[in-house]
């Protein structure tokens, strides 16, 4: 595995290289520095970026906190439906609609060739192996963010959100989040993936902006 040096600019961020044709794998582990890890992550203007982790790890939080360009938070598509469905109804109902509304905004965003950040569940294949054609088709390189958080923190997060999910569901999501999280720290990272950051929770709080240069 390659682990390429994480070098600091003025702002405290870490620019992430293009990858080119058979690129090395690139991992980037900033869990572990105490607060001293970047406080920006820069991409290519045509990059793509997948935020993905256990379910109350942060990643809407930090997406809102950090993304400065086009971000595409599945928890954004859920609030606006919640906030047009009458209270009685159960998710389980319209939860397939709301996964339809969220790809179709996707699709959208993604036909300007901009940099996009989408939270989603980038342990799903279909959706790597979609956002990796995307972004190779406008030039540029699919990326990875993992929050590494354990699984009491991220249950305490769904309660801090009111917002919780299945034990099964979340079995589902541990047992998949712990393989991508294992194959990254090995250095094979899925098909179509040109790099993966791997954050904790004091990593995620100290980074300020997540962006796309060019």
């Not at 938070?73 to 009685?88: E, G, H, N």
């Not at 999501?173 to 094979?188: D, I, K």
């Amino acid at each position: 595995m390659n682990r390429t040096p994480v070098y600091a600019t003025a702002i405290r961020g870490i620019a992430v290289p293009k990858q080119r044709s058979a690129p090395a794998t690139v991992v980037r582990d900033l869990r572990d520095r105490s607060g001293r890890s970047p406080r920006a992550l820069l991409f290519g203007p045509g990059d793509l970026v997948v935020i993905t982790g256990l379910p109350g790890s942060g990643k809407s939080t930090l997406m809102h906190r950090t993304v400065t360009g086009r971000r595409i938070d599945s928890q954004d598509t859920r609030d606006r439906w919640d906030a047009r469905v009458p209270r009685f109804v159960p998710y389980a109902l319209y939860r397939p609609l709301v996964r339809l509304a969220h790809y179709a905004g996707l699709r959208r965003a993604l036909r300007d060739g901009e940099g996009v950040v989408v939270h989603d569940c980038g342990t799903q294949p279909w959706v790597r192996g979609w956002l990796a054609r995307e972004a190779r088709r406008r030039g540029g390189t699919l990326h990875l963010l993992l929050l590494d958080v354990a699984p009491e923190t991220a249950r305490a997060g769904q309660r801090e959100r009111g917002r919780g999910v299945s034990r099964y569901a979340f079995t589902r999501h541990r047992r998949t989040t712990a393989r991508l999280l294992a194959a990254a720290e090995r250095g094979e990272l899925p098909a179509g993936v040109g790099s993966a950051t791997l954050l904790d929770r004091a990593a995620a709080d100290t980074l300020h902006r997540i962006d796309f240069t060019g």
